[in-house]
C-alpha cells in the first residue's frame, strides 16, 4: 500500500490551501481514511477522519469549520480542503487509512507527509 500526499506549500494567514493523497497499491476502501499532521518540535497531532460506508466524521477541534475531507473515488484520492489558515496550522501533513472499524488513531497505513508553511 502506498498513500502519496501532495498539495503542501506556502500560503499566507487567512487562504487556502488543498492537500490530495493518492492511494496506489491497494483497493479504495479502508473503512477510516484521514488526515494528521506534526507541526515542528511537536508531537503528531489528529486532524480529521472519515468512514465513508457509514457517513461517520471525526475532527480536532482546532481545525473543525475550517477544514474538510473530501474523496474522488474514481481517482483513489482523498483531498484535505484547508480554509481560514493560521500560522499555527504549519506542520508536515500526513494522510492515514485504517481497515478497522472501531477508531483509533493508530492508522494501519501512512504517508510520507507534505509540508504545509502559513505564514502571518
Known amino acids: 500500500v502506498q498513500l502519496v500526499e501532495s498539495g503542501g506549500g506556502l500560503a499566507q494567514a487567512g487562504g487556502s490551501l488543498r492537500l490530495s493523497c493518492v492511494f496506489r497499491?491497494?483497493?479504495?476502501?479502508?473503512?477510516?481514511m484521514g488526515w494528521f499532521r506534526q507541526a515542528p518540535g511537536k508531537e503528531r497531532e489528529f486532524v480529521e477522519a472519515v468512514a465513508w460506508s457509514v457517513g461517520r466524521r471525526r475532527y480536532a477541534e482546532s481545525t473543525k469549520g475550517r477544514f474538510t475531507i473530501a474523496r474522488d473515488s474514481a481517482k483513489r484520492t482523498m483531498y484535505l480542503q484547508m480554509d481560514s489558515l493560521k500560522p499555527e496550522d504549519t506542520a508536515v501533513y500526513y494522510c492515514?487509512?485504517?481497515?478497522?472499524?472501531?477508531?483509533?488513531?493508530?492508522?494501519?497505513?501512512w504517508g510520507k507527509g507534505t509540508l504545509v508553511t502559513v505564514s502571518s
Open positions: 492515514a487509512a485504517k481497515y478497522g472499524s472501531s477508531w483509533s488513531e493508530n492508522m494501519d497505513y
Open positions: 497499491g491497494h483497493t479504495f476502501n479502508a473503512y477510516w
